[in-house]
């Protein structure tokens, strides 16, 4: 649709005012007519990290980059927004300040923009040295009945890889018809890797080169890795991660919508809480560093502690000091705790058009501890089973004393009775109190078609059958039946999972779909609170993206487990070296499905072993898969394609990043609420015999 809605019209000059100061942002006002642009001439030296922008809406979308100078304490930039990408339909331009004690980044929110348009961005200095350009597009009207096609990511590591996707997916958009072309890009995190490799201490981690991408400036060794240990050392990794040029074409061609994972903090962390070798720290200052490096090099409108200004984050001043106990709701009970979470709240939602309401979640900041990494859980891991953890005692161990019938005292694990030290605590919980009554109030008042829940990690189970395993193969499986592959995401959470998919059946919520990261990984299926032989009664459908470049569990079982007897439940090397991802079908088909393929390469004959019961949920698991998704929605269906690229060890010399390894799309039709949806699978291109 054309023109601006109503309600965009409503909105005043000192609305706008208000929205730019509340996220720190100078306001570049469109004016009637088009002005004249200054003298400009491009200078990328002088903007190392490119230009982004961010959180798109019908009105107004916020414009980054950042411009150090050599002397001084501040600088002056100026802002052009235009219609053109040269510039000769300039339609807002503004004023805008970089600090040095902001990293001299630089926000801007261009406003009274039209919906649903393609604008070009530059920023320049005073002498007239400019920023590349950057293509930016706002969001659909609220009443706008177009499709909406958006691609979803994760976890880019430019230490280890790399980023061969950005290049594919900003190639194929350039080269997309207008109506094919993407709304916007959704990242879900690990927009950095705080673990820092340097390669003259380890030259390669699996078949992978080790990258120098710099020295963290008062770092610390955890392992053979390198970790921030102050807001300086954030900034260097974020630029370090900008400095590739494939994330700087790809944020000067998409606006991003962003929230964090648990790398932009600490790998193993929660809350303002790190873990090292299994030892947990109080580190509150430090997640006050990883707010506000993520506030200033990515563009979004998320809220910060330090209420309005327009140039900088302002960080509360806290203290490391021991959290000795949770509340009710399983958050650090201790101010300084409390006072560094709450710098930043990044959860928020966004509508683009009639047909999709997108709601972000925070799943680090407000998280407990997952109960299945705590050193008392390790009792029930084996060297037998590598990977696996006994369903029943995940159940009983994230429920606490929330598990229906009583928590138990003990829980068997073979001839052993491990005590439940999860029997007095309350539920697991990732979501928190508050993000939670929020999360419930967004999904039940969306008018959206679909409800799209952007939930950072994934939220499908991830099981097997190894009570299935043939005798003698290894010792008898000491659970009671099925394992999960432990915790580490939203999957673990079965309580407060099964609290969020019991109001979507009872609020008669439909259109209701998860997109999701972190796994390193594609999957597709569905949204359900349990698996057999409890009722499997889905409620929505699912999509996780596989990485942008880390390496998953795929590629680790290449180089694990040597000759270990469950090794075929993983990986199968063949003549030549070619490794085959058995866990593929360990996953969706169960332990027979694997071992038959692993020993005949067989798929028909694999398929015929498949255990049902195992997992209703997949249609599509690929445990070693790289590249990006893109979601298209409209009135009627859903879709979700994968586009998977060959492990990017190496940069791709073509300009279209490389061939790719398959695309495969996953579609719904639209059910009405109390219906189960459907899956539709095509696959495109590619062979992903393994993963279906």
Same mark, same amino acid.
């Given at each position: 649709m054309n023109g601006v809605t109503d309600w965009t019209r409503s909105l005043t000059r000192r609305d706008f005012i208000a929205r730019a100061a509340a996220i720190g942002a100078t306001l570049a006002?469109?004016?009637?007519?088009?002005?004249?642009?200054?003298?400009?001439?491009?200078?990328?030296?002088?903007?190392?990290?490119?230009?982004?922008?961010?959180?798109?809406?019908?009105?107004?979308?916020?414009?980054?980059?950042?411009?150090?100078?050599?002397?001084?304490?501040?600088?002056?930039?100026?802002?052009?927004?235009?219609?053109?990408?040269?510039?000769?339909?300039?339609?807002?331009?503004?004023?805008?300040?970089?600090?040095?004690?902001?990293d001299w980044t630089c926000r801007a929110l261009a406003a009274q923009l039209k919906p649903a348009t393609i604008y070009w961005y530059r920023f320049v200095d005073d002498e007239g040295n400019g920023s590349r350009v950057g293509r930016t597009m706002t969001a659909p009207s609220l009443d706008d009945g177009r499709q909406v096609r958006f691609a979803f990511v994760s976890c880019q590591s430019v230490n280890e890889g790399k980023q061969n996707a950005w290049r594919r997916m900003v190639w194929e958009d350039v080269h997309a018809p207008a109506e094919r072309q993407l709304n916007f890009v959704l990242h879900l995190g690990d927009f950095i890797y705080e673990v820092v490799e340097y390669p003259e201490e380890i030259a390669h981690r699996y078949d992978r080169t080790v990258y120098d991408i710099g020295r963290i400036p008062d770092g610390r060794k955890v392992g053979n890795f390198h970790v921030p240990t102050t807001l300086d050392g954030y900034r260097m990794v974020y630029r370090a991660h900008l400095a590739d040029p494939d994330i700087q074409e790809a944020r000067a061609w998409f606006p991003f919508v962003c929230i964090g994972d648990n790398h932009e903090f600490s790998w193993q962390g929660w809350q303002s809480t790190i873990k090292y070798d299994g030892r947990p720290e109080p580190a509150q200052p430090l997640r006050v560093a990883a707010n506000q490096a993520w506030w200033e090099f990515i563009p979004s409108r998320?809220?910060?502690?330090?209420?309005?200004?327009?140039?900088?984050?302002?960080?509360?001043?806290?203290?490391?000091?021991?959290?000795?106990?949770?509340?009710?709701?399983?958050?650090?009970?201790?101010?300084?705790?409390?006072?560094?979470?709450?710098?930043?709240?990044?959860?928020?939602?966004?509508?683009?058009?009639?047909?999709?309401?997108?709601?972000?979640?925070?799943?680090?900041?407000?998280?407990?501890?997952?109960?299945?990494?705590?050193?008392?859980?390790?009792?029930?891991?084996?060297?037998?089973?590598?990977?696996?953890?006994?369903?029943?005692?995940?159940e009983i161990l994230e429920a606490g004393r929330s598990y229906p019938g009583g928590a138990p005292d003990t829980i068997a694990f073979g001839d052993d009775q491990i005590a439940n030290f999860r029997k007095a605590e309350s539920f697991f919980t990732v979501l928190g109190r508050k993000q939670k009554a929020w999360l419930k109030g967004k999904l039940t008042s969306s008018k959206a078609t679909w409800k799209i829940w952007a939930a950072t990690n994934g939220t499908l189970?991830?099981?097997?059958?190894?009570?299935?395993?043939?005798?003698?193969?290894?010792?008898?499986?000491?659970?009671?039946?099925?394992?999960?592959?432990?915790? !580490? +995401?939203?999957? *673990? /959470?079965?309580? $407060?999972?099964?609290?969020?998919?019991?109001?979507?059946? &009872?609020?008669?919520?439909?259109?209701?779909?998860?997109?999701?990261?972190?796994?390193?990984?594609?999957?597709?299926?569905?949204?359900?609170?349990?698996?057999?032989?409890?009722?499997?009664?889905?409620?929505?459908?699912?999509?996780?993206?596989?990485?942008?470049?880390?390496?998953?569990?795929?590629?680790?079982?290449?180089?694990?487990?040597?000759?270990?007897?469950?090794?075929?439940?993983?990986?199968?090397?063949?003549?030549?070296?070619?490794?085959?991802?058995?866990?593929?079908?360990?996953?969706?088909?169960?332990?027979?499905?694997?071992?038959?393929?692993?020993?005949? !390469? +067989?798929?028909? *004959? /694999?398929?015929? $072993?498949?255990?049902?019961?195992?997992?209703?949920?997949? &249609?599509f698991v690929d445990m070693g898969g790289h590249g990006y998704a893109i979601v298209t929605a409209d009135a009627e269906r859903i879709a979700s394609e994968f586009v998977c690229i060959p492990r990017p060890i190496t940069s791709a010399p073509t300009p279209d990043g490389g061939p790719l390894r398959y695309r495969v799309v996953n579609s719904a039709a639209r059910w009405q609420a109390g219906e189960k949806p459907r899956l539709a699978q095509s696959v495109i291109e590619g062979d992903v015999s393994l993963s279906i």
């Open positions: 006002w469109a004016r009637p007519g088009f002005a004249k642009a200054q003298a400009w001439r491009e200078r990328r030296d002088l903007y190392p990290e490119g230009v982004a922008s961010g959180d798109p809406e019908p009105d107004s979308v916020v414009l980054w980059t950042r411009r150090p100078f050599a002397a001084g304490k501040r600088g002056m930039l100026t802002v052009e927004v235009a219609l053109d990408r040269d510039f000769r339909k300039l339609v807002a331009t503004a004023r805008a300040r970089v600090f040095a004690d902001s998320v809220a910060k502690a330090s209420g309005p200004g327009l140039d900088r984050f302002e960080p509360p001043k806290v203290q490391v000091a021991p959290i000795l106990r949770v509340d009710a709701d399983g958050l650090g009970d201790e101010p300084n705790n409390r006072i560094a979470i709450a710098s930043m709240t990044a959860y928020r939602a966004m509508r683009f058009g009639k047909h999709a309401e997108l709601i972000i979640t925070d799943f680090h900041s407000y998280t407990m501890e997952d109960p299945l990494t705590r050193r008392e859980a390790e009792a029930f891991s084996s060297r037998d089973f590598p990977e696996l953890f006994p369903q029943e005692a995940a189970d991830m099981r097997t059958d190894p009570q299935n395993l043939p005798a003698g193969l290894t010792a008898p499986w000491p659970g009671k039946g099925y394992a999960t592959f432990g915790g !580490g +995401d939203f999957s *673990a /959470a079965l309580t $407060e999972r099964g609290e969020i998919y019991d109001l979507v059946r &009872e609020a008669g919520i439909d259109g209701f779909v998860t997109v999701s990261g972190d796994r390193h990984s594609f999957w597709a299926g569905y949204a359900a609170k349990a698996l057999p032989p409890a009722r499997f009664d889905p409620v929505g459908v699912t999509f996780i993206t596989g990485s942008i470049s880390a390496p998953g569990l795929a590629e680790a079982m290449e180089h694990g487990l040597k000759g270990h007897p469950l090794r075929p439940l993983f990986a199968v090397e063949r003549e030549g070296g070619r490794y085959e991802a058995t866990v593929n079908l360990t996953l969706k088909r169960g332990v027979k499905s694997a071992l038959e393929y692993a020993r005949s !390469g +067989d798929i028909e *004959a /694999a398929r015929r $072993e498949t255990n049902p019961d195992n997992a209703p949920h997949l &249609e």
